[in-house]
Nanobody, 126 residues
Framework: QVQLVESGGGLVQAGGSLRLSCAAS????????MGWFRQAPGKEREFVAG???????RYADSVKGRFTVSRDNAKNTVYLQMNSLKPEDTAVYYC????????????????????WGQGTQVTVSS
């Protein structure tokens, strides 16, 4: 069965960095785009970054220039490098698998992702 397991969250001061990892299993990882989303208390889940099958990234405006998404198909793992963190980045971060095999493009709507990890908490103190 499909499993997505995030790790790497934690508490960091503003301006610091964290690297999230998402280990995938149970499907042909290299065939699917992957996404990172986050959800803060009282807010809806929002798209943060995604990476296509070919390794192209797409980012929310709020994280452009600070976050970098990457993937290692040999390790079935997707990463999210987060630099220059801000208190408003505080949220539970989730990785997710695109529900379709797409030749290109990265979808930003949560409904287009069919499997989700359990989430990892990121807290940025001011």
């Amino acid at each position: 069965q499909v499993q997505l397991v995030e790790s790497g969250g934690g508490l960091v001061q503003a301006g610091g960095s964290l690297r999230l990892s998402c280990a995938a299993s149970g499907f042909t990882f290299s065939s699917y785009a992957m996404g990172w989303f986050r959800q803060a208390p009282g807010k809806e889940r929002e798209f943060v970054a995604g990476i296509s099958r070919s390794g192209n990234g797409r980012y929310a405006d709020s994280v452009k220039g600070r976050f970098t998404v990457s993937r290692d198909n040999a390790k079935n793992t997707v990463y999210l490098q987060m630099n220059s963190l801000k208190p408003e980045d505080t949220a539970v971060y989730y990785c997710a698998k695109d529900r379709r095999v797409r030749f290109s493009g990265i979808i930003t709507t949560p409904n287009e992702y069919d499997y989700w990890g359990q989430g990892t908490q990121v807290t940025v103190s001011s």
